[in-house]
T-cell receptor, first 111, second 115 residues
Framework: TQLLEQSPQFLSIQEGENLTVYCNSS?????LQWYRQEPGEGPVLLVT?????EVKKLKRLTFQFGDARKDSSLHITAAQPGDTGLYLC???????????FGKGTLLTVNP | DTGVSQDPRHKITKRGQNVTFRCDPI?????LYWYRQTLGQGPEFLTY????????KSRLLSDRFSAERPKGSFSTLEIQRTEQGDSAMYLC?????????????FGEGSWLTVV
C-alpha cells in the first residue's frame, strides 16, 4: 500500500510570511499532483509534476518533485489570506489511474 | 470546458433509504473516478471507469454501492440502504489517459448526510 505523509498537518501564519509544505513517501510515483481544497468544495488542481527533480512555478507557489520521485514540496512566498485552504498532495502509482492522497495541510493566513 | 459537474451538491437522507449521485465528466475525458472524503482525511479511491468499463472497485465499495457509466459519458453512484457511516463527500473526477501524467480533475463533490 502506497502512503503519502504530509507535514505539517496544520499551519497558521501571518500575511507576508513564507512557508513550505512537505509530501513524503517510501514509494515511487509516476506523477504527483497538488490540489487546494476549500470547505465544502472539491479539490482544485494546482499543478502536476512528472519528472524527477522537476520544479514548477505558479505565481508565488513553487512546486518541486524529488529526484527519486518519492517526495515533493510546495513553497509559498509572501502568503496572502486568499491562500488559506487545505493543500493536498496526491501521487499516481504504477496503476497510472489511482491517486493516493496525503491527509493534507490546513493553511491559515492571517491578515 | 465546463469542468466536472456533480449533482446533487447536498443530500440529506434517512437511514435505510437509497440515494443516487450523478457525475458529468469533462467532455472527451475517457477516464472517470469516484472518491470518498470524510472530515480530516484526504479523498479515498472508490472506483474507476475507462470509457464504459468499470476496471477497478475498492474494497471500500461494499455490495450496497453500485456505479455505472453506461455510455462512457456520465456516471451514477447509487448507495442502497444507507447507513450513518456512509455520510461523507462523494467526489467524481475525470482525466484523459496519456496526457500530462494523467492529470485528474475533480468536481465540486456531493455531500451526503445520513440521519
Amino acid at each position: 500500500t502506497q502512503l503519502l505523509e504530509q507535514s505539517p498537518q496544520f499551519l497558521s501564519i501571518q500575511e507576508g510570511e513564507n512557508l513550505t509544505v512537505y509530501c513524503n513517501s517510501s514509494s515511487v510515483f509516476s506523477s504527483l499532483q497538488w490540489y487546494r481544497q476549500e470547505p465544502g468544495e472539491g479539490p482544485v488542481l494546482l499543478v502536476t509534476v512528472v519528472t524527477g527533480g522537476e520544479v514548477k512555478k505558479l505565481k508565488r507557489l513553487t512546486f518541486q518533485f524529488g529526484d527519486a520521485r518519492k517526495d515533493s514540496s510546495l513553497h509559498i512566498t509572501a502568503a496572502q489570506p486568499g491562500d488559506t485552504g487545505l493543500y493536498l498532495c496526491a501521487g499516481l502509482g504504477g496503476s497510472n489511474y489511482k491517486l493516493t492522497f496525503g491527509k493534507g495541510t490546513l493553511l491559515t493566513v492571517n491578515p | 470546458d465546463t469542468g466536472v459537474s456533480q449533482d446533487p451538491r447536498h443530500k440529506i437522507t434517512k437511514r435505510g433509504q437509497n440515494v443516487t449521485f450523478r457525475c458529468d465528466p469533462i467532455s472527451e475525458h475517457n477516464r472517470l473516478y469516484w472518491y470518498r472524503q470524510t472530515l480530516g482525511q484526504g479523498p479515498e479511491f472508490l472506483t474507476y471507469f475507462q470509457n464504459e468499463a468499470q476496471l477497478e472497485k475498492s474494497r471500500l465499495l461494499s455490495d450496497r454501492f453500485s456505479a455505472e457509466r453506461p455510455k462512457g459519458s456520465f456516471s451514477t453512484l447509487e448507495i442502497q440502504r444507507t447507513e450513518q457511516g456512509d455520510s461523507a463527500m462523494y467526489l467524481c473526477a475525470s482525466s484523459l489517459s496519456g496526457v500530462n501524467g494523467n492529470t485528474i480533475y475533480f468536481g465540486e463533490g456531493s455531500w451526503l448526510t445520513v440521519v
